[in-house]
């Protein structure tokens, strides 16, 4: 009887035990969205009765998914395991830039890509750097894009320039990253629809 009740309780004690060690279910990563709620540019006047197609932006390498990039020394690039974007900077970028540009009333009509129609011009970007920076006590995001406009009529560049804003951010956290990239993104998406007026005005 007393084999019995001990292989009773060898049999308990390792069914528990194998339920503690099985595959623990990883939780899933936050994910953020970059959408600006700076106050939108004042609506120009006078707007150009052209129209401008914004396409997507291109992305340099290392910043082509939703991974959420920091640097903590210089050329090394490394993401959060357990925040990411909702999509890749080039998916985020393209909406916010789009519509800044739209409120600001500079053109009859303002697309995205994919528009098969034609446009007078063109805008072109791409995301040289969007990463959170851990080099000083206190971390600073760093958002940098290369613009370009397109005169569709002639195909010829009629305007090049980049843009960069670079702000500290409220902490050390992923969370704190992401407040302050969307401050810089949309100080950004600011300059660079005043570029395009200037160009095409």
């Not at 609506?43 to 920091?70: E, F, I, K």
């Not at 210089?74 to 990411?84: E, F, G, H, N, Q």
């Amino acid at each position: 009887m007393k084999k019995l009740s001990l292989l009773f309780i060898i049999v308990c004690v390792s069914s528990a035990l194998s339920g503690c060690m099985g595959p623990v279910k990883a939780s899933a990563p936050s994910r953020y969205t970059l959408t600006s709620h700076q106050k939108p540019l004042p609506a120009s006047r006078q707007y150009s009765s052209t129209s401008l197609l914004v396409t997507a932006p291109n992305a340099s390498p290392g910043y082509g998914t939703s991974a959420m990039v920091y640097t903590m020394v210089p050329y090394k690039l490394m993401s959060y395991a357990d925040s990411v974007w909702v999509a890749s900077p080039s998916q985020m970028f393209l909406p916010l830039l789009s519509s800044t540009i739209r409120q600001a009333n500079l053109f009859k009509a303002v697309v995205s890509a994919p528009y098969p129609g034609y446009t007078r011009y063109t805008l072109n970007t791409t995301i040289e750097t969007m990463q959170q920076e851990f080099l000083q006590p206190i971390s600073q995001v760093k958002f940098v894009v290369l613009a370009s406009v397109t005169d569709n009529t002639t195909q010829k560049v009629i305007a090049s320039q980049r843009f960069s804003a670079q702000l500290p951010a409220p902490g050390n956290d992923a969370y704190s990253g992401v407040l302050s990239m969307n401050a810089a993104a949309g100080k950004v998406a600011d300059q660079i629809a005043m570029f395009v007026k200037r160009s095409v005005h």
